[in-house]
């Protein structure tokens, strides 16, 4: 599980250095953005250990994204889910009507902060909704494979899946999704672009407070580190990826 405090929003600041690469183009040759963000602090089950901080986590990455509108996107429709909005129905509702929007070349984006956890086969990796029930985790939680599929199902239509995540173990869901990287390699089509706060074996807040510390970031199908003194190396690479643009 996830043990959290309100910590600096780290993805929000290499969004804005990924971002700061694009080049400005005429508004109607800008892709469009459509996001997702999710953030829960309190859950519903008594067993099921209150957050801080990741409500926050939501709205920033909302407002961030909203504030790229004219800008990096031609347009940005945004919407967030927190805390009792967060409940599983409504994320797979949201993500299943994310697989329907945009045309080829626009940007779709899933940013999930919260509990979550390994299930008892330790490979099936799961994010915890606001209802997520301990004694019934594979039916209350959502699963890596559901993310993973409509990444899948996006990059076919030729769009740009960014898939954020803030919890702990998520480092998983990168292991299972190594097959569906290894399909899109041209920056030029349809792409995924994983952004993952900790190992699979971490908890999301084994780094506390220092701002990107060893946090890890997946691109495509490579493994990039985020540490001092290379982070900046490796988001030079992000900027490269999204000029091209970001497959």
Known sequence: ????????????????????????????????????????????????????????????????????????????????????????????????????????????????????NLAKDERTWGFCPHEFDPANENATFITDAAIIQLADTLAQQGKKMWIMIDACHCGQLRLNARNVLNRYQDPVQGGILIMLACARKQLSDDLGEQLCGSHWLWCKSRLAPIAHGVWKRRVNDLQQLHSRPLG
Request: glycine share 6%.
């Open 1 to 116: 599980m996830r043990l959290m405090i309100s910590r600096v929003p780290w993805f929000n600041l290499v969004l804005a250095a990924v971002l700061s690469a694009a080049v400005p183009a005429a508004a109607q040759e800008r892709p469009d953005a459509y996001v997702l963000s999710v953030g829960v602090n309190w859950y519903k089950h008594p067993k099921v250990r209150d957050l801080k901080g990741c409500v926050n986590d939501g709205k920033n990455v909302a407002e961030f994204f909203r504030k790229q509108a004219g800008k990096v996107f031609g347009k940005t429709d945004v919407r967030v889910l927190l805390d009792s909005q967060a409940s599983k129905q409504n994320i797979v509702q949201e993500m299943q009507r994310l697989a329907t929007v945009g045309k080829s070349g626009d940007t779709i984006v899933l940013f999930l902060s919260g509990h979550a």
